[in-house]
């Protein structure tokens, strides 16, 4: 359904992707995941003729993103990453503009957003710059749905919105996928990893891997272990000083650390002690994606 | 042709939704021509004066009846010292005063000449000089009828025809003036703000990614702009006829053709101003600075063309305003048919054409 083929960009000096190429199923969810600056809006305003690539070249259902840009636009749906419609118009309003755009109207594709639209209908009269989070996201999702699309961009829909709207949001997207539509969704939050039938980890405008979540995970090779204290940065820092770490860094209010030989776990937690720090906690755990994103990133890549 | 309508009615709601701005729109026309036409005003109507009259003769009277009798002056303070005028001048009570000096009948018997002072506060020129005038004038008619029987000597009368506005009304410069003001406002800065908008808020990106083109968004944009400022054009021209008694004394059809033609310049030149930048701050200096001042100033609407300095004429050329304002007050107060502005309405077609041009070259159909 998308397929990338050596994308590169630069905005001036800055390399924002490096030799792209990748290939999408249909009904698929494929996940971009990294941090903020990796390249993923850049990939995204690609796929959706947004801006030129300086090299390479993408095909979405076999239309070329150069030459065929006019013929993708009315077949794609796109969400940018800034909430980007009209706050001064209600949610009626802003529905039925884009539903005209594309020639069609709210009660022909009913339907299609009545899962996602159902939920803000009875606030419909209301203007969208009133609307929460969370609101806004499903709208926007609505809006990008309106016209049938076989493809949607989303670009961090998830970001600035809380768990429970993030939950919801993803539990649309499965079923959005379980009708057949390909979904490429970027995010910088490792965790919704797992809900995506194929990962991206972008970094540096680079991918680190492709794959699915849990071969993703399954790759991982090193011991991870999970300290914690009342003083987590102090540390983090002597473990690093310790000497016999790969890498630590923290993770949500645990410090993740990865060794290569067990022998070196009890040369760090003897070396801990020895620091006066209190350990609340000191364990192996298995990997997460955010793992496996920390590995692939400090490893070099093949 | 339904989207497009879809879009257009997308655009009412921003205006009439941003109720604030539509009030300014719509009331500043009216608040600049009532500002024009009854503070701004160097027309002269009942200016306080006093008659310092140290002769008290037949002759004194008289003058003083005669200059009480116009409508152009009306007596302020009794004053019978001329040491005193400056006093009333410094308060602010008087712009005049008129000192027939004691002797002042007996010279002009006796010797066929007599002598009035006039003294006039000038700190406002203009002001000074049109009351010299006057008071000139009002002697000037008391000694033709004094004279009258009598044959004078030798004697040239300069009678000079005030012809388009003999009244010399300051409302046949200002309501065309405004009305291009107006125009130009609302067409060029408010359709290069409601552009620039778009791009700040993002909306445009999401318009870009829909079979939407830029240049169909822009068209849609840019029709309640116009409708707004045609109404707000008629608006100052109904206020300036029946408030001022502007008259327009060309054909009606023809003046609101060349007005929506304005119109439409205006708004390329908004267009064009969006498509160079993407924020609305840039869009509104630009708009304020590159075109309402030069509309202002440079356009013949306050300072006649004739009296700038030869640069400032020559740059005055590519003010649409001027171009505008030669053809509206041809129409409005001559009474002139196309025939005598072709060219001028041949140079607004050429802006026009100019910046669309230039705006639709600049279209982006992709993001930066």
């Known amino acids: 359904m998308i397929r990338v083929e050596n994308i590169s960009h630069s905005y001036g000096e800055v390399q924002a992707l490096r030799d792209i190429s990748f290939e999408v199923k249909k009904g698929q969810i494929f996940g971009l995941i990294g941090p903020d600056g990796a390249g993923k809006t850049t990939l995204i305003r690609i796929l959706t003729t947004l801006i030129l690539a300086d090299q390479g070249t993408a095909f979405i259902d076999g239309m070329e993103v150069q030459k065929e840009y006019k013929k993708i636009r009315s077949q794609i749906g796109y969400m940018p990453g800034r909430f980007s419609l009209y706050e001064d118009l209600s949610i009626l309003e802003n529905l039925n503009l884009f539903a005209a755009i594309f020639g069609t109207t709210l009660d022909e594709n009913y339907h299609l957003i009545e899962d996602i639209y159902k939920q803000i209908e009875p606030f419909k009269h209301r203007r969208a710059g009133q609307l929460s989070g969370g609101m806004k996201q499903k709208l926007a999702l609505s809006c990008a749905m309106i016209h049938a699309p076989n493809v949607i961009f989303l670009d961090e829909p998830t970001t600035g919105v809380d768990p429970v709207s993030r939950k919801e949001f993803w539990q649309m997207l499965k079923t959005l996928k379980e009708r057949g539509i390909t979904i490429l969704v970027s995010t910088p939050y490792m965790d919704e990893a797992a809900m995506c039938s194929e990962v991206a980890l972008i970094h540096d405008g680079q991918f680190l891997d492709i794959d699915t979540p849990e071969k993703i995970i399954s790759k991982y090779k090193p011991l991870l272990y999970r300290a914690k204290s009342s003083k987590n940065n102090a540390l983090l820092k002597e473990i690093r000083n310790s000497g016999w770490t790969k890498s630590a860094y923290l993770n949500g209010e645990f410090v993740h650390f990865t060794v290569e030989d067990l022998n070196d776990v009890n040369k760090i937690r003897v070396f801990i002690q020895k620091q006066e720090i209190e350990i609340m906690e000191f364990k192996e755990v298995n990997p997460s994606i955010e793992d496996c994103f920390m590995d692939l990133m400090h490893s070099p890549t093949e | ?368």
């Open chain 2, 1 to 368: 042709m339904k989207r497009f309508n879809a879009f257009v009615l997308k655009e009412f709601y921003h205006i009439m939704r941003d109720w604030q701005t539509l009030l300014i729109l719509i009331g500043m026309p009216v608040a600049q021509i009532l500002l024009f036409g009854f503070a701004i005003s160097n027309e002269i109507r009942e200016v306080s004066i006093s008659f310092v009259d140290q002769d008290n003769s037949r002759y004194s009277r008289e003058i003083r009846q005669k200059i009480d009798a116009s409508n152009y002056f009306k007596e302020g303070v009794e004053i019978y010292d001329t040491q005193e005028v400056e006093s009333y001048f410094r308060k602010g009570e008087i712009k005049m005063a008129i000192v027939v000096p004691e002797g002042f009948a007996e010279q002009l018997v006796n010797e066929g000449n007599g002598q009035l002072q006039v003294i006039i506060d000038a700190s406002d020129p203009n002001t000074a000089s049109l009351l010299s005038n006057y008071i000139q004038a009002i002697v000037q008619s008391y000694l033709d009828e004094f004279n009258r029987g009598a044959k004078p000597p030798f004697f040239i009368e300069v009678r000079s025809e005030l012809v388009y506005n003999p009244e010399l009304k300051g409302a046949y410069l200002f309501v065309p003036g405004t009305i291009s003001v107006i125009m130009m406002l609302i067409s060029a800065m408010m359709t290069s703000i409601s552009i620039t908008r778009e791009k700040e808020l993002g909306t445009m990106e999401v318009l870009l990614a829909t079979p939407m083109s830029p240049v169909q968004v822009v068209l849609a944009k840019v029709v309640p702009y116009l409708l707004l400022a045609f109404f707000n054009a008629v608006v100052v021209l109904l206020m300036g006829y029946f408030i001022f008694d502007v008259p327009v004394n060309g054909s009606v059809p023809l003046l609101l053709a060349e007005m929506l033609l304005f119109i439409v310049t205006s708004l390329a030149l908004g267009i064009f101003i969006s498509s160079i930048t993407s924020s609305q701050q840039v869009a509104l200096m630009i708009s304020l600075m590159g075109l309402m001042l030069p509309t202002i100033l440079l356009s013949g609407f306050i300072f006649p063309v004739e009296n700038m300095p030869l640069p400032l004429q020559v740059i005055s050329n590519i003010v649409p305003a001027k171009w505008f304002l030669l053809i509206i007050k041809g129409i409005m107060i001559k009474g002139q048919g196309i025939a005598f502005f072709w060219k001028e309405t041949l140079i607004l077609l050429g802006f026009t054409l100019f910046f669309v041009v230039l705006s639709i070259k600049k279209f982006k159909i992709r993001l930066s």
